[in-house]
């Protein structure tokens, strides 16, 4: 809403779109930055489009759960902490995971992961609360202009005819996609 995500522009099946989108489950809504399974599929290519967007999905959860297991850092509560940090948290401890991942063979004396996992908050040096960010709001001048491009994002982003439009041509795509490779 606050114009922050990345500008991304794209065509699918001859359509631009002009928002980047997310694959969600049911519980959200018919946004059109966020695009839904289909509960109950009905032809090939809604099965096709609901096995790939499951398929994706599980591998964005696989990965969490790896660097979850990995790295005690990303178990812990984060309510706390501003995005900004937890966005660098989590692009340090993927950084981190390519690197061990990449170079695993080369370690002597590799020590067990798991003993990282008996840790207790109370048995750590500090505390995270006592160096937690404080969220403060900071009143500014109001900017009719400003309002005005906050409410137009706002009804593009809850533009439900996008959201369906942009999930037809992603069913079709993937269709399309999989006909020509089965064709080779």
């Not at 501003?82 to 966005?87: A, C, E, Q």
């Not at 992961?113 to 840790?119: D, N, V, Y």
């Not at 207790?120 to 403060?136: D, H, K, V």
Request: charged share 25%.
């Amino acid at each position: 809403m606050n114009n922050r995500a990345p500008h991304v522009r794209f065509t699918v099946n001859g359509n631009t779109y002009k928002k980047g989108y997310y694959l969600t489950d049911g519980i959200y809504p018919k946004w059109s930055t966020f695009v839904d399974v289909i509960t109950a599929p009905q032809t090939a290519k809604q099965r096709l489009f609901t096995e790939c967007q499951e398929s994706a999905r599980k591998d964005v959860e696989r990965a969490f759960v790896v660097l979850q297991a990995r790295f005690a850092i990303i178990r812990k509560p984060a309510l706390a902490w501003n995005v900004d940090m937890l966005w660098k948290i989590m692009m340090v401890c993927i950084i981190m995971h390519m690197i061990v991942e990449y170079e695993c063979d080369t370690y002597l004396n590799y020590k067990d992961p798991r003993e990282f996992a008996l840790e207790q908050p109370e048995n750590m040096a500090g505390s995270l609360t006592e160096n937690a960010t404080t969220f403060t709001v900071t009143p500014g001048h109001y900017d009719p202009q400003n309002f005005r491009r906050l409410m137009d994002t706002r009804q593009e982003v809850r533009d439900r005819t996008t959201h369906f439009s942009l999930k037809n041509d992603l069913v079709e795509h993937l269709w399309g996609r999989s006909r020509r490779s089965s064709a080779k």
